[in-house]
């Protein structure tokens, strides 16, 4: 099984970057479909960006994150990272990568079989 850690958050102020970074071990993300998902307080998980397996690499990005935030791969250290520009207060929040083998860009829940710990994300006005 794939374990999976995921880093990188803080505390931004408002139009601030960070680079959150997911890290794999147990086994290659090359087959894996990988997504960052966020959760702020009292609110649902909300899937925000996804990357398809190495040979496809395929993105998905929500709307409300469209521009400001690049998902990659960096198959060679095992590792997917989002960078997420233009911060805003509303960007506050948990944020979770998660993995399954060979998923297609989705951005459910259920759809994931593995997942990070989850790294805060807070952003000041």
């Known amino acids: 099984d794939v374990q999976l850690q995921a880093s990188g958050g803080g505390l931004v102020q408002a139009g601030g970057s960070l680079r959150l970074s997911c890290a794999a071990s147990?086994?290659?993300?090359?087959?894996?479909?990988i997504a960052w998902f966020r959760q702020a307080p009292g609110k649902e998980r909300e899937g925000i960006s996804c990357?398809?397996?190495?040979?496809?690499?395929?993105?998905y990005y929500a709307d409300s994150v469209k521009g400001r935030f690049t998902i990659s791969r960096d198959d060679a250290k095992n590792t997917v990272s989002l960078q997420v520009d233009s911060l805003q207060p509303e960007d506050t929040a948990v944020y979770y990568c998660?993995?399954?083998?060979?998923?297609?860009?989705?951005?459910?829940?259920?759809?994931?079989?593995?997942w990070g710990q989850g790294t805060q994300v807070t952003v000041s006005s």
């Open positions: 990357i398809y397996t190495s040979a496809n690499s395929g993105t």
């Open positions: 147990g086994d290659t993300l090359d087959d894996y479909g």
């Open positions: 998660a993995a399954d083998r060979y998923r297609r860009n989705s951005d459910d829940v259920a759809d994931y079989t593995y």
